[in-house]
């Protein structure tokens, strides 16, 4: 048996066998999420492409003799740009119309002839035979008339090509060729663009798409100009390249330059909680939050570097927003109110 004379200085050791063990509190800014929350605005690459552009090409082979265009030059719908050798097909027509006026006058005497000889067999003066043969006649002039019209059309139509004409109003951005050249058809002979009909097109992801829901006010940035847009169609495909959704828009005032590319930005109506309220555990992003006096981490599997993020969470759910990085999982925090760093 062992007696313990001075048992008052070990008061203190036998105190303290019987205290609580508690982890140190760090002081730490904790703020209501609905505190946290902005309108986000999202943004995606996008580019302005031309609804109207064209390459012209000549249609059949012949030789240019005239050429009333150059690059640069504004053009309206239906104005000349080139015209082709037309001599060859101006004979054809000239000829046929000779052969036509000859048939004309045979069909109009076997017309006449045939109503002789219609009342000559009411008299029984002619055989049927004859009537009949008189019937073939004006058939036959009837169906080569039809036929010399016919040819007569299909050279107008090769004829109407040695005009290449602008098919809409526009600028004549390229020239291929020059007074004196020989074209072939599918030949290029010029490039048409209308800078005045564009769409904007942007590739939007899962998270995006998601922002697009109740999304206003859309501008397209392009260096350090600004341009109002309205959405006009979201495509039900994928692009094939970069796997994402094709969004379709187009110019409300001030039209961009075609083939210009840019930010395309809007502002969504869901509220977001900015990125810097983040941190990375493992593979996921999370947020710090306060449960019950201690830090816990909540993993957000949709979250994306750099990206505000919509959060399924109560609004009085407290958020840890300084020093939430050094903090673990059931660290004590000391709630010092909601404030910036």
């Given amino acids: 048996m062992i007696l313990i004379k001075n048992y008052r200085s070990l008061a203190p050791v036998i105190l303290l066998l019987f205290v609580p063990k508690f982890s140190y ?52 719908k239906g104005d000349l740009l080139f015209r082709l050798d037309d001599r060859e097909w101006g004979l054809q027509i000239r000829q046929l119309d000779a052969e036509i006026e000859g048939i004309r006058a045979r069909h109009k005497l076997a017309v006449y002839q045939l109503q002789q000889r219609t009342k000559l067999y009411k008299s029984a003066n002619i055989s049927e035979e004859l009537l009949r043969q008189q019937k073939t006649e004006v058939a036959s002039l009837n169906a080569e008339l039809k036929s010399q019209n016919f040819q007569k059309q299909q050279i107008q139509l090769t004829l109407s090509k040695t005009k290449i004409r602008a098919p809409f109003n526009g600028v004549i951005v390229e020239r291929n060729v020059s007074l004196g050249d020989w074209v072939n058809p599918g030949q290029p002979v010029a490039s048409l663009l209308n800078p005045d009909k564009v769409e904007i097109q942007a590739f939007l992801d899962a998270q995006q798409l998601v922002s697009l829901e109740r999304a206003t006010d859309f501008e397209l940035h392009i260096d350090q100009e600004i341009f109002p847009v309205k959405r006009q169609s979201l495509l039900p495909m994928l692009d094939s390249d970069t796997n994402l959704r094709p969004l379709i828009l187009k110019p409300t005032g001030k039209i961009p330059l075609p083939g210009s590319q840019g930010q395309l930005r809007w502002q969504s109506a869901i509220r977001k909680l900015p990125f810097r309220y983040l941190l990375k555990r493992g593979e996921y992003y999370g947020l710090m939050l306060l449960v019950d006096k201690q830090a816990q981490f909540h993993k957000l599997p949709q979250a994306l570097p750099g990206r505000s993020v919509a959060i399924d969470l109560p609004a009085d759910t407290l958020i840890i927003t300084t020093g939430f990085r050094e903090l673990q999982s059931g660290d004590w925090v000391e709630n010092q109110g909601c404030f910036d760093e």
Avoid: M, W
């Fill in 25 to 76: 509190a760090v002081n730490s800014s904790v703020c209501r999420l609905d505190s946290l929350l902005t309108a986000a605005s999202s943004q995606a690459h996008a580019q302005v492409k031309p609804l109207q552009q064209a390459k012209l090409a000549a249609e059949i082979s012949a030789k240019v003799v005239k050429v009333a265009i150059k690059v640069g030059d504004k053009v309206a």
